[in-house]
């Protein structure tokens, strides 16, 4: 099976969002099997990229209100001018805040095709997410928080735009209008996505974290393996999050996905930590990073 990245050329324009350092005092009642739908309003900091007359193409998250965070491989070739990140909660909701113009935007100088796929995109105006500072999603920098969110069977959550069609979609077939969510946890692995390519609804689901994936390669210093067996991210998921849920019920963003087998096999994401002195250096943006983390 062709090993692939997760663009979409063309979807229909949506988003759906959510504060991503609330609280989870129940983690349990995340664990939907079956691609059962998501409320309204939830992921705020994951948005959409588009290009100015089309639809979205590529997921992205806002770290700031000035920067989001997404695939190398989303920005190659592409002008800023033409660029717009899309925040909104989604068609099933008819709730659209907006869309931002492009400032400027900047790939991994070490991305080749594969490893170090990670670029960003500074906007020219602030996003209207209705977040405080506070409200955005949280790095995973600390050793022992990764040693915990990246460990086989360590709950998982990938948000994006992409389709919800196990096979290879073309622009228009089988791309769902809301983010879609897989909740990875290693006890529900073998339960399979309901991917029914409906446009609108947001889903949620369940697989775990990888240690390898048959057919790919990958750098395991600043790569990871998440989904599978049905549950997994999609074209037009590109450069969207993977968040890893810590036992004490917080939130931390760590991953971006890059490539994958298909589509409900698995699929590579990049670790923004491994990159994260890079981004805030290139993008000129205060991360808010430990004292030191980057000497």
């Known amino acids: 099976m062709k090993?692939?990245?997760?663009?979409?050329a063309s979807s229909l324009i949506l988003c759906l969002s959510w504060s991503c350092n609330e609280r989870i005092e129940n983690s349990s009642e995340t664990k939907i099997i079956g691609g059962s739908p998501t409320s309204s309003g939830s992921w705020k900091a994951v948005v959409g990229i588009t290009h100015a007359d089309e639809g979205i193409f590529c997921t992205g998250t806002?770290?700031?209100?000035?920067?989001v965070v997404t695939a190398a491989h989303c920005l190659e070739g592409q002008n800023a001018k033409?660029?717009?990140i899309y925040v909104g909660n989604g068609q099933a909701y008819n709730d659209v805040i907006g869309t931002f113009q492009i400032e400027r935007i900047g790939i991994h100088p070490d991305w080749e095709g594969e490893d170090n796929d990670i670029g960003f995109l500074v906007l020219k105006n602030p996003l209207s997410l209705k977040l405080v500072p506070a409200d955005?999603?949280?790095?995973?920098?600390?050793?022992?928080e990764r040693k915990e969110l990246l460990a086989e069977g360590a709950m998982t959550f990938l948000v994006g735009f992409g389709?919800?069609?196990?096979?290879?979609?073309?622009?228009?077939?089988g791309g769902s209008s809301d983010l879609q969510d897989a909740i990875d946890a290693l006890e529900d692995w073998g339960e399979s996505l309901d991917r029914s390519g409906t446009y609108g609804v947001k889903h949620m689901a369940a697989g775990h974290v990888h240690k390898y994936l048959a057919g790919t390669s990958f750098n395991s210093a600043n790569e990871i393996i998440l989904g599978g067996n049905g549950v997994d991210t999609c074209q037009g998921d590109s450069g969207g999050p993977a968040y890893g849920l810590l036992k004490n019920g917080r939130l931390r963003v760590y991953g971006i996905t890059s490539r994958g087998v298909g589509c409900?096999?698995?699929?590579?994401?990049?670790?923004?930590?491994?990159?994260?002195?890079?981004?805030?250096?290139?993008?000129?943006?205060?991360?808010?990073?430990?004292?030191?983390?980057?000497?």
Request: net charge negative.
């Open 3 to 8: 090993f692939h990245s997760r663009l979409l």
């Open 62 to 67: 806002a770290l700031n209100a000035n920067l």
């Open 82 to 84: 033409d660029l717009r």
């Open 136 to 144: 955005y999603p949280k790095l995973l920098l600390n050793y022992d």
């Open 163 to 173: 389709s919800t069609s196990p096979q290879y979609p073309h622009a228009g077939s």
């Open 264 to 295: 409900g096999n698995g699929g590579v994401s990049g670790l923004i930590f491994a990159h994260v002195c890079w981004l805030e250096q290139a993008s000129q943006q205060d991360l808010d990073l430990p004292a030191g983390y980057c000497r």
